[in-house]
């Protein structure tokens, strides 16, 4: 799927993603490819998502921590939208 995750400061990551974990209000929850669409508020926590095969095309901010293929960044809170295998991120 497409990743974009963006704060008011700038873009962190836009690139290729094959799960992603995220903060919830109601608890951490993963969507993987060609999951159903939604939207969710979310609460302060760790975004972590798994790279695709194509990690040299993304573009990454330093702000994120990479161990091997799964990248992780700590978020104040936000709100995630997933649409058609897009999913973007808007945080704090």
Request: charged share 20%; glycine share 10%; aromatic share 4%.
């Amino acid at each position: 799927m497409k990743l974009e995750i963006i704060t008011p400061e700038a873009s962190l990551f836009k690139g290729e993603a094959t799960s992603v974990t995220l903060p919830g209000l109601d608890g951490v929850f993963q969507v993987l490819n060609n999951h159903a669409p939604i939207i969710s508020s979310l609460k302060g926590g760790e975004v972590i998502f798994d790279l695709d095969g194509n990690a040299a095309e993304a573009e990454m901010s330093d702000k994120l921590v990479q161990s091997g293929s799964k990248v992780s960044v700590t978020i104040k809170g936000g709100v995630a939208e997933l649409n058609n295998n897009r999913l973007i991120i808007l945080a704090e």
